[in-house]
Nanobody
Framework: QLQLVESGGGLVQAGGSLRLSCAAS????????MGWIRQAPGKEREFVAT????????YYADSVKGRFIISRDNAKNTVYLQMNSLKPEDTAVYYC????????????????WGQGTQVTVSS
């Protein structure tokens, strides 16, 4: 059974950095993309970043562009989200997800989801 397991969340001061990891167990070579989505308390889920598996293209929400970097280690079947210059408004549960059916690059529709990891940025 395919699983996505996130790690790397935690508490950090504003301006700090964190790196989230998402390890996939199972075959993901046929997937279209993997992404990070976040949900803050009382708010809807929000697209953060996307990695297209076929060509390595990346896409970012305007709110994180220039501060976050999504990357993938094929050998480890792991996707990362390097988060720099963190702001209190980045506080949320961050989910890793996988799309094998080819939804849009910023779509919130995914076939597989991780359990989420909490990121808290203090001011």
């Amino acid at each position: 059974q395919l699983q996505l397991v996130e790690s790397g969340g935690g508490l950090v001061q504003a301006g700090g950095s964190l790196r989230l990891s998402c390890a996939a167990s199972g075959r993901t070579f046929s997937w279209y993309k993997m992404g990070w989505i976040r949900q803050a308390p009382g708010k809807e889920r929000e697209f953060v970043a996307t990695f297209i598996l076929s060509d390595g293209s990346t896409y970012y929400a305007d709110s994180v562009k220039g501060r976050f970097i999504i990357s993938r280690d094929n050998a480890k079947n792991t996707v990362y989200l390097q988060m720099n210059s963190l702001k209190p408004e980045d506080t949320a549960v961050y989910y890793c997800a996988g799309d094998e059916r080819g939804y849009g690059t910023s779509s919130l529709i995914y076939d597989y989801w991780g359990q989420g990891t909490q990121v808290t940025v203090s001011s």
